[in-house]
């Protein structure tokens, strides 16, 4: 889990800290988001095993630690295809 501070101002010119924590599970409208494709391209991607993907009862989540390896290993995999 990766824990981020950052300062902004408020109204008052008043530097706040803010914590932010990232999330262990992706929802498959943040995945969609990232990969600019629809949720409904996420939910089959998972579900044929092409994205490390559980149910939590009905609701579909996406580690977030396996998405940033999976789309790290798609990366790596187009470079070595350029070369």
């Not at 889990?1 to 990232?22: A, L, R």
Request: proline letters at 5%; a negative charge.
């Amino acid at each position: 889990m990766t824990i981020n501070n950052n300062f902004f101002s408020n109204k008052n010119g008043v530097n706040i800290e803010k914590w932010e924590i990232e999330p262990l599970v992706l929802r498959p409208e943040e995945v969609a988001e990232i990969l600019r494709i629809s949720k409904s391209q996420v939910y089959t991607l998972c579900r044929e095993g092409e994205i490390p993907a559980f149910y939590i009862g009905r609701n579909l989540r996406i580690p977030s630690r396996d998405f940033s390896e999976w789309l790290d290993s798609q990366y790596s995999g187009l470079v070595s295809h350029a070369e």
